[in-house]
């Protein structure tokens, strides 16, 4: 075992045994599941200790004694206290240590690891034995993970997750059966929602109705209450954004924008947060090159476009 995947255990270890109450705070996403999953079982804690933040009200989340999966200072929470974070993104994977919004102490890892589920597998190898449809399950989450689907498994998850997406009961149901490495009942319901993939296929022709341009976006909407047009938006965005420039996502709550999903190639969405930010009612955050936006006042579809847009193109 290298040093730094030593130091990445030791910081967790202690910060258990520091804080006792702890909980786990996760990316409501398929990596986040199982990440969160497979570290409260390496810790020997119970998989209630794991929450799932919704995006919606993420600003309102104030962490504290958290071990935080994916979930950085830029998502838009509020770090309270002491708290480690999990991450894969950004330059390098990394464990690391706040105190407050402070970092104290930051581990870095391989830059090649492809999830956070697999920086997991790495710091707790010895205490996280996978059988062979396990492993399988964990190279297919580090493929969506990447946006690279190249095997079936990976696809037929990623279908599977995205019709269920905002499904509370579904993660905690996925929660359980990874930390109980139960591999064969998630391979059973991936199989089950797959019969429901073709009202999806539908949905995704709705969207493209919706499709515009707004300086250098390329845009389209989707009702926020419709599972079937969450899992469709999800796969016209990753389509839209092998050849667009900007892609934006608004969700609509009848018929009014309360969100989007900003998705960028050659573009620092850092710099857009930044712009956005100084709205009112206004609220943004994400990755560099994908992130979003929660629009926390009344505003109709033109007016929040061009919000967008102004940040895009630096006109404040």
């Not at 965005?237 to 092998?242: A, K």
């Not at 100084?278 to 992130?291: F, Y």
């Not at 929660?294 to 061009?306: H, P, T």
Request: some cysteine; charged content about 25%; overall charge negative.
């Amino acid at each position: 075992m290298g040093f730094e995947h030593e130091e990445g255990r030791r910081i967790l270890f202690r910060f258990i045994e520091d804080n006792p109450e702890y909980t786990i705070l996760s990316d409501p996403d398929l990596d986040g599941i199982f990440a969160a999953s497979m570290t409260a079982r390496a810790l020997g804690g119970d998989f209630s200790r794991i929450h799932y933040p919704k995006p919606s009200e993420i600003d309102t989340v104030k962490a504290c004694r958290s071990i935080l999966i994916e979930l950085p200072l830029s998502k838009g929470l509020t770090y309270v206290g002491s708290n480690v974070l999990l991450d894969h993104h950004g330059p390098a994977p990394l464990i690391a240590l706040y105190n407050g919004s402070r970092k104290t102490k930051e581990i870095l890892f391989n830059s090649g690891l492809r999830s956070v589920s697999r920086l997991i597998l790495e710091v707790f190898r010895d205490l996280l034995e996978l059988n062979e449809d396990g492993t399988r399950m964990l190279e297919a989450v580090d493929e969506i993970d990447s946006g690279n689907m190249v095997s079936e498994l990976a696809v037929k998850m990623n279908k599977a997750f995205l019709l269920n997406s905002m499904r509370e009961d579904v993660r905690i149901s996925l929660s359980r059966m990874v930390y109980e490495s139960d591999w064969s009942s998630i391979l059973q319901w991936v199989e089950g929602e797959l019969s429901r993939w073709s009202l999806v296929e539908n949905r995704i022709e709705k969207l493209r109705g919706s499709m515009g341009r707004i300086g250098s976006i390329t845009y389209f909407t989707y009702d926020v209450t419709d599972q079937l047009e969450a899992a469709a938006r999800r796969m016209l965005m990753f389509e839209l954004g092998g050849s667009e420039k900007v892609v934006v996502c608004v969700g609509l709550r009848k018929g009014k924008p309360v969100s989007a999903t900003i998705a960028a190639r050659g573009l620092d969405l850092n710099k857009v947060y930044v712009e956005l930010l100084k709205k009112n009612g206004v609220k943004a955050g994400g990755r560099s090159n994908i992130g979003g936006i929660q629009f926390k006042q009344e505003i109709n579809l033109e007016d929040a476009l061009n919000l967008i847009r102004m940040a895009v193109e630096g006109e404040g």
